[in-house]
T-cell receptor, first 115, second 111 residues
């Protein structure tokens, strides 16, 4: 069966500090990978998605970046955090490379607080 | 801007009742529709997928899709206190590369 991991589970960082969140998927190969952010009072916002190693699509311009160094590893980074970066960061995976039947499965999430 | 709309709630139902959650979407070309359950402080969990007009049943859950009306719903029969959560409706984007989520409806089931 497939498993998705995220770490750390919680993080408190000062404004202006760097960020690195990691996501790994087990039990599948060539997954689509996604980063979402869920801020208080707002819906899930897609930040990045990737259909393969080194292939990243950005949905929202911001001070965040993503990388996919390995097939089942997805990393979210920032060089300088803003207060507005606080939120619940969720990694998700899906089986199909595009297409309509795009069931996505979420990891446990990282709760980030920027002070 | 493609949108998915849900009533935020809270929707309160007594234990054993039927809970009805509704969702409308703006993009007529959407083909795939999903319901996720999210407990407080936890990540969303996929509970239902539906791709064709009509009803799809899975245990106590029934998803209903009407593409002509751009409407999808989730019925929960014999509601239990453990069903108390926020339910997120999601629709695939035109390219099929990502999901667009509603803000969710909070359901409270009282015992």
């Amino acid at each position: 069966s497939q498993t998705i991991h995220q770490w750390p589970a919680t993080l408190v960082q000062p404004v202006g500090s760097p960020l690195s969140l990691e996501c790994t998927v087990e039990g599948t190969s060539n997954p689509n990978l996604y980063w979402y952010r869920q801020a208080a009072g707002r819906g899930l916002q897609l930040l990045f998605y990737s259909v393969g190693i080194g292939q990243i699509s950005s949905e929202v311009p911001q001070n965040l970046s993503a990388s996919r160094p390995q097939d089942r590893q997805f990393i979210l980074s920032s060089k300088k955090l803003l207060l507005s970066d606080s939120g619940f960061y969720l990694c998700a995976w899906s089986r199909l490379a595009g297409g309509s039947y795009n069931e996505q499965f979420f990891g446990p999430g990282t709760r980030l607080t920027v002070l | 801007q493609k949108e998915v709309e849900q009533n935020s709630g809270p929707l309160s139902v007594p234990e054993g009742a039927i809970a009805s959650l509704n969702c409308t979407y703006s993009d007529r070309v959407s083909q795939s529709f999903f319901w996720y359950r999210q407990y407080s402080g936890k990540s969303p969990e996929l509970i239902m997928s539906i791709y064709s007009n009509g009803d799809k049943e899975d245990g106590r859950f029934t998803a209903q899709l009407n593409k002509a009306s751009q409407y999808v719903s989730l019925l929960i029969r014999d509601s239990q206190p453990s069903d108390s959560a926020t339910y997120l409706c999601a629709v695939n984007n035109q390219a099929g590369t990502a999901l667009i989520f509603g803000k969710g409806t909070t359901l409270s089931v009282s015992s």
